[in-house]
């Protein structure tokens, strides 16, 4: 069974940029898509954005296109997610996911199967 980590939170000033990872261990991320999801606090888990195994597609909510890239690294078994021009309403517990279904990269959290733990970004304005 595969186990992500997250990594790469932190409190930044609005305007910056961090770039979160998401590693994976046990088994290999294989032909799953991922997908990167974030929770503020009071409010519902929310989609970020997603990305086919190959990385040939890639999903983003609106709230984030233009400012947040996703990549993968099948070699290194590692998702990433580069966020620029952070606004404090960004903060959220960021989690990575990986998908139940080979082919599926959406924004429906039902349809991710293992996740991560989370790692915190807090933007100050």
């Known amino acids: 069974q595969v186990q992500l980590v997250e990594s790469g939170g932190g409190l930044v000033q609005a305007g910056g940029s961090l770039r979160l990872s998401c590693a994976a261990s046990?088994?290999?991320?294989?032909?799953?898509?991922m997908g990167w999801f974030r929770q503020a606090p009071g409010k519902e888990r929310e989609f970020v954005a997603a990305i086919s195994w190959r990385g040939r597609t890639t999903a983003y909510a609106d709230s984030v296109k233009g400012r947040f890239t996703i990549s993968r690294d099948n070699a290194k078994n590692t998702v990433d997610l580069q966020i620029n021009s952070l606004k404090p309403e960004d903060t959220a517990v960021y989690y990575c996911a990986r998908a139940k279904v080979v082919g599926y990269v959406g924004e429906k959290s039902d349809e991710y199967d293992t996740w991560g733990q989370g790692t915190q970004i807090t933007v100050s304005s």
């Open positions: 046990g088994r290999t991320l294989g032909l799953y898509s």
